[in-house]
């Protein structure tokens, strides 16, 4: 992902450039920023009250979970800093693979 405070390459959930672990850190950067783009707009304070929180829209129990196995503790994503909600979402992805964004991954061509 980029660092804190800097935005990676701008990209769309209609993207239809491939991405893959495999590509590099640029490809799998770019990646990212089309899943974060696609589910929050970029925007890791996002709190619609659809259930889901933060840059990557993460259920309050996938939060907590992830919460606990990194030993930190942020009520809930769109309370914690967007690296913060990168570090869990590449956790989450190592875990479970794309899979966790289903629509997005597919239009990110990650899927």
């Known amino acids: ?3 804190p405070g800097q935005s990676a390459p701008p990209a769309t959930a209609t993207d239809t450039r491939s991405y893959s ?3 590099g850190t640029e490809a799998l950067s770019q990646a990212w920023a ?3 783009d696609a589910e929050s707009g970029g925007n890791p304070a ?5 259930g889901y929180y933060g840059e990557f829209q993460f259920s309050q129990s996938t939060w907590n979970s992830l919460m606990g196995q ?3 503790d942020y009520a809930r994503a769109d309370l914690a800093p967007s690296s913060v909600q990168y570090q869990a979402a590449q956790r989450l992805q190592a875990e ?3 899979s966790q964004w289903p629509e997005t991954s597919r239009a990110c061509g990650l899927g």
């Open 70 to 72: 990194m030993g930190l």
């Open 96 to 98: 479970s693979g794309w």
């Open 46 to 50: 996002t709190n619609t009250g659809n």
């Open 21 to 23: 672990s495999s590509g």
């Open 1 to 3: 992902p980029a660092a």
């Open 34 to 36: 089309c899943i974060a």
